[in-house]
């Protein structure tokens, strides 16, 4: 084995290819046929793209699937506290040895052909859930859809949750090439879900093209929200008083709404689910890192918004959960995110604004990050800190008992203050 730990993998795998980014099938190809595997896969799966809400709606296929029964895996990016996270089967991370052995076959694969942290990251999970007799997967696209690693596996239903701008140097700077970039998921002959109600037309023209049948949110499915409960109806189907999904805002109900359209096409492939299963599976969902309230002396809410449509949502779960004291802001981002559109959706909503850098060629300075905020949120609301760490520091000794801290930016930003919080830092459970 070329590394006996799996750190020592991941840090040799940070820097194995000449870039972190690149987009293209061929290479990861090469090296999964020649591990012996296909396009086909010898389970169901659920591919999951888009801009925002693929880490809820993965979460809600999967605790639903489960929920009905089913071996499940999911596969999702990036991780926020271990790498495990990425790859789970039935909820448990798979453990640090099943993740070596799986990238010691890849490398032996492999020869001379280089591979990004990404694609290891594809290769591992596919190669593991091959091997451990699951019934479906659930995987998450990590950028765009038609270039992405993923999408070497061909999808029984593909979902496609709502689109916009991120990613614009990849995907495209507008909502039509973007959607078409998404839409390369998509399989000929099979179904796809779009969880908006609106989805560009790229993406129903290329389905079009595939003879695939496109269930749009509003047309094809719909729900409506009540006090405390909501309702689902399709064309054959209708479930009334279903609970909250068990994670917090109401836009939760567009991704799951789209999730439970991805069900019943599930089953009319024998993956059955029941209502049951649909209850159980939405009050038992679990997710990290969205709107995620941790208590305390002064309330923390963890986020890994980090463009303008995930800012929107913020904002109103910021209005409709407002209390009397204020609200801080700890911000580190990326280099490549619009802050611009970040900081005016939630301008009207912070008090103040703990800005920190993040490290990496990919990281923004915190000063940076301060000279494209200020002109926004005026000069007099943001404090500049080197860590997230520091800025975190900050904005609790500033903090009485009635106020609360928004974290968020990135999954780096909310990692790192995660760390900081001993109560979410515990070790979780992994499979073998």
């Known amino acids: ?35 012996g595997g296909s396009s086909t896969l010898p389970f169901k ?18 605790s639903i699937l489960q929920a009905a029964g089913y071996r499940t895996a999911t596969y999702t990016s ?14 448990e991370a798979c453990s640090d040895d099943a993740i070596c052995d799986a990238f010691e076959r890849i490398d032996q694969a492999r020869d001379d052909i280089s591979l990004t942290y990404f694609e290891f990251a594809t290769l591992a999970a596919v190669d593991l859930f091959s091997r451990q007799n699951i019934e479906i997967a659930v995987l998450e696209v990590g950028m765009g859809g038609r270039l992405d690693a993923v999408n070497l596996f061909d999808t029984d239903v593909a979902l496609i949750t709502p689109i916009g701008l991120d990613h614009m ?69 209708k479930y009334v008083d279903l609970p909250m999904p068990a994670l917090t805002g109401t836009y939760q109900l567009q991704n799951a709404a789209a999730v439970l359209q991805v069900c019943e096409l599930l089953s009319l ?30 309330t923390r809410i963890l986020d890994v918004t980090h463009n303008q449509q995930g800012a929107k949502n913020l904002r109103n779960l910021l209005l409709e959960t407002a209390g009397q004291g204020k609200t801080y802001a700890v911000l580190a981002m990326l280099k490549d ?38 002109p926004i949120v005026g000069d007099k609301k943001v404090g500049c800190y080197h ?46």
């Not at 799966?45 to 999967?62: D, F, L, M, Q």
């Not at 990849?170 to 109600?197: F, M, Q, Y």
Request: charged content about 20%; proline content about 3%; some cysteine.
């Open 45 to 62: 799966v659920v591919t999951i793209a888009g801009t925002n809400g693929k880490g809820s709606s993965v979460a809600i296929t999967a």
């Open 269 to 298: 492939q024998g993956i059955t689910v029941n209502e049951m299963a649909v209850r159980e599976g939405l009050q038992s969902v679990k997710l990290s890192g969205r709107f995620q309230l941790i208590p305390g002396a002064v």
């Open 78 to 91: 990036p991780h926020l506290l271990r790498y495990n996270e990425r790859i789970c089967i039935d909820g």
């Open 337 to 374: 995110k619009d802050t611009h559109a970040v900081a005016n959706a939630l301008n009207g909503v912070i008090d103040f604004w703990y800005l920190a850098g993040l490290e990496g060629n990919r990281g923004l300075s915190a000063e940076d990050l301060s000279d494209r905020l200020a």
């Open 1 to 35: 084995m070329r590394f006996s730990s799996l750190s020592q993998w991941l840090q040799w795998q940070e820097n194995l290819h000449f870039t972190e980014i690149d987009p293209g099938l061929d290479r990861v190809g090469k090296v999964w046929q020649r591990m």
């Open 387 to 432: 860590h997230v760490s520091d800025a975190y520091e900050a904005a609790m000794a500033s903090a009485s008992a009635s106020d609360r801290i928004l974290i968020f930016g990135s999954f780096h930003t909310v990692e790192a203050a995660m760390r900081l919080m001993p109560e979410l830092t515990q070790p979780v459970s992994v499979a073998s």
């Open 169 to 237: 140097a990849w995907l495209g700077d507008n909502r039509e090439t973007i959607g078409r970039e998404k839409a390369g998921i998509i399989r000929a002959h099979s179904p796809v879900v779009c969880a908006e109600n609106a989805p560009p037309e790229s993406v129903l023209n290329y389905a079009e093209s595939l003879s695939s049948t496109c269930f749009v949110a509003g047309n094809d499915f719909d729900h409506t929200k009540n006090q405390s409960t909501w309702s689902w109806q399709n064309n054959d189907k």
